[in-house]
């Protein structure tokens, strides 16, 4: 090979690299300068903004700085246990985000949502990781003088479990819950991003430390087949674990939708009422009841009633010996303040008690229907 097309090779490579080293730059330069862009996908609303949801709630403005404030809602359950104090995910906004406090309220806590800077109708942007902090923390205090701090329970999601594990760490909250938690964002970035350096990462959300400082019990979350955070971050956290702390695995379940698995509702029933023998989190109650109730003029009303951890229903109605047409409702129910009898929203008298397989219909006034026709008033469990 000739002198001359040796140096032109060695010049090719030279420019070559150099232009890849200045891209890498530019990039690097770029990921640290937009990296809220790449963390955060807020919803915006207007102030507007009319929010339909299915139990009683009030908006709340928590000012941060002068001219900024953050929205909330507090949801209300009408004789609280409790506060959860609820952190959520990077997307979105309490739109979506305020149906996941239903399920809470169900078990007679009141729930309060913060949708961060810049987040439905939250004022501002997120700019760092101590604003963040900051704000959520001044929430907290104003949420906080209504309740007494020991019955508050912090509840991060995703992104939420960043700052919900710093502020557990600095308060004294009655329990810290964590759902699909990373280890720290240092972590993700090494594992998923390992060509930039992690000093570019403005943000740390130091689970793995903010839980080694919390007196509190600590209760993780994870599904094993979480596709955006892997479980493994969960496995480690739990190296960090004291005495009495869970890391609860449900199998099977991705990063969204946890709030609607039927473990996971099951697990923090008993999380949340651990001292309540109650049908609600005693039996295994969510599934099909099917049977054939008395009918005053035909020869009886074929019911098929399904009822499901999302706390929503199904019945079925079909008169036998007319023409034959079924009739279908769904809606939603709740439970009795004791946790034995299940009301139907949209149905007359609609109250069951909840019993091992087997849903007692009730009277208006809730009571056990009694006679000779008493056992055609239940409807057997056929199916999950």
Same mark, same amino acid.
């Given at each position: 090979?000739?002198? +001359? =097309? ?13 232009? =890849? ?28 903004? %009319? ?18 404030? %953050? ?6 359950? @009408? ?7 609820? #952190?959520?995910?990077?997307? @979105? ?7 996941? &406090? ?29 604003? =963040? ?9 104003? %949420? ?22 710093? #502020? ?5 909250? @009655?329990? /810290? ?69 869970? =890391? ?11 709030? *609607? ?10 999380? #949340?009422? +651990? ?16 049977? %054939? #109730?008395?009918? &005053? ?7 098929? /009633?399904?009822?499901? *951890? ?20 769904? @809606? ?7 946790? !034995?009898?299940?009301? $139907?929203?949209?149905?007359? +008298? ?8 087997? /849903?007692?219909? $009730?009277?208006?006034?809730? !009571? ?10 239940? /409807? ?5």
């Amino acid at each position: 090979m000739n002198k +001359p =097309l040796i140096q032109l090779m060695t010049m090719t490579v030279m420019r070559i690299s150099i232009l =890849l080293i200045a891209a890498y730059i530019l990039l690097s330069g770029a990921v640290y300068a937009f990296q809220e862009k790449l963390i955060f996908f807020p919803e915006k609303l207007e102030r507007d903004f %009319i929010f339909r949801f299915n139990t009683d709630f009030e908006e709340i403005f928590v000012e941060v700085e002068n001219g900024v404030d %953050i929205h909330g809602i507090l949801f209300k359950s @009408g004789s609280p246990k409790g506060l959860i104090f609820y #952190l959520h995910g990077n997307a @979105g906004s309490l739109r979506s985000w305020g149906f996941a &406090a239903e399920y809470f309220v169900s078990l007679g806590y009141d729930v309060f949502m913060i949708d961060y800077r810049g987040y439905g109708k939250s004022g501002g942007r997120i700019s760092s990781e101590k604003q =963040l902090y900051d704000d959520m923390q001044k929430a907290y205090d104003h %949420i906080g003088k209504l309740y007494d701090e020991n019955s508050i329970i912090i509840l991060g999601y995703s992104i939420g479990t960043g700052p919900a594990s710093y #502020l557990a760490s600095v308060n004294s909250p @009655g329990m /810290l819950i964590l759902q699909a938690p990373f280890y720290n964002l240092t972590d993700m970035m090494r594992r998923y991003f390992p060509i930039f350096p992690s000093f570019l990462l403005k943000y740390k959300m130091e689970n793995d430390r903010y839980i080694q400082k919390c007196q509190m019990p600590v209760m993780i979350f994870h599904g094993d087949k979480d596709e955006i955070i892997y479980y493994g971050s969960s496995v480690k956290l739990s190296k960090h674990f004291k005495e009495g702390d869970r =890391l609860i695995t449900l199998t099977g379940q991705r990063h969204n939708g946890m709030t *609607y698995n039927p473990d996971y509702q099951r697990e923090m029933r008993n999380i #949340l009422i +651990p001292d309540m023998h109650t049908s609600m989190n005693a039996l295994d109650w969510a599934g099909t009841y099917g049977g %054939i #109730l008395p009918c &005053a003029d035909c020869e009886g009303i074929e019911t098929s /009633l399904s009822i499901r *951890y999302d706390m929503t229903y199904r019945l079925e109605t079909k008169y036998i010996g007319k023409n034959g047409e079924a009739f279908v409702s769904e @809606g939603k129910f709740t439970w009795n303040s004791d946790g !034995r009898i299940i009301i $139907l929203e949209n149905e007359t +008298p609609g109250k069951y008690q909840v019993g091992e397989g087997a /849903l007692f219909m $009730l009277d208006p006034d809730g !009571r056990r229907i009694t006679g000779e026709l008493s056992d055609m008033y239940i /409807l057997r469990k056929t199916g999950e």
